[in-house]
């Protein structure tokens, strides 16, 4: 029951988590649209190219953590299993925790589970905000890159600054953009163990209800008959 309990506690959680990081998703992606349809219409060729660096970057980063990502989240509802656990065996043995004074034992071990759970955090926060570190290196690589290739080029300096100040309003816009959709991804990919599981859940009974479907139709042949 407390196993039960403690499923459809996280599974929710993380259904809701997961919904809301969709929507962010799309409504991230819409705005970086907008955003690039209004610079590419002031240099084609060099805001494609910027935008391509940019989902290059993500794309990299995402793939490379991917696995990082879902194993932490696994360990997180681990360990939150483990901490109920604890609890409810604490609870349900207090008299004789109290009779034979093992409540140190059983403190140390729910201490020890708080100190990894706080540590699994620790590794799936600094996934999730590496991207913004990461965006805005390459932003400044980015604009060091286009000053340095207008120059060289000997473009109109009236056309390259007015450019330059557009690019850099709209990388004030893209880097939050761009860092919430590599959160929800990275949100989405962590509670993903829920979707499956509730996916598993749901699959499982509908296979359910086709078979008994298909038993209350045979009787009602066979009474029929």
């Known amino acids: 029951a407390s196993a039960f309990a403690r499923n459809v506690l996280d599974d929710t959680q993380n259904t809701t988590l997961y919904f809301y990081s969709l929507i962010v998703l799309i409504r991230e992606t819409i705005v970086i649209l907008c955003i690039s349809l209004f610079v590419f219409a002031s240099n084609p060729k060099t805001s494609l190219f910027i935008i391509i660096i940019f989902l290059i970057v993500i794309l990299i980063y995402y ?11 696994v360990k997180d509802l681990s360990l939150r299993k483990e901490q109920i656990s604890e609890l409810i065996k604490s609870f349900d043995s207090i008299d004789i925790i109290k009779i034979f004074n093992k409540e140190s034992f059983f403190i140390k071990n729910f201490q ?29 690589f980015i604009l060091i890159f286009l000053i340095y290739y207008f120059t060289y080029r000997n473009e109109n300096i009236e056309e390259f600054l007015s450019y330059i100040v557009l690019l850099a309003i709209a ?24 979707i499956e599981r509730i996916k598993s859940i749901l699959k499982e009974k509908y296979n359910q209800l086709q078979v008994e479907s298909k038993t209350t139709n045979e009787n009602f042949k066979i009474i029929n008959n």
Not at 63 to 73: A, P, R, T, V, W
Not at 114 to 140: A, C, D, G, H, W
Not at 171 to 194: C, H, Q, W, Y
């Open 171 to 194: 990388v004030v816009r893209f880097i939050p953009a761009f860092n919430a959709i590599t959160g929800a991804l990275v949100d989405m990919k962590r509670t993903e163990v829920s």
């Open 63 to 73: 793939f490379l953590i991917n696995k990082k990502i879902f194993y932490f989240g």
């Open 112 to 140: 020890n589970l708080n100190v990894e759970k706080e540590k699994n955090q620790l590794y799936m926060n600094y996934l999730s905000k590496l991207p913004r570190l990461l965006l805005e290196i390459t932003s400044v």
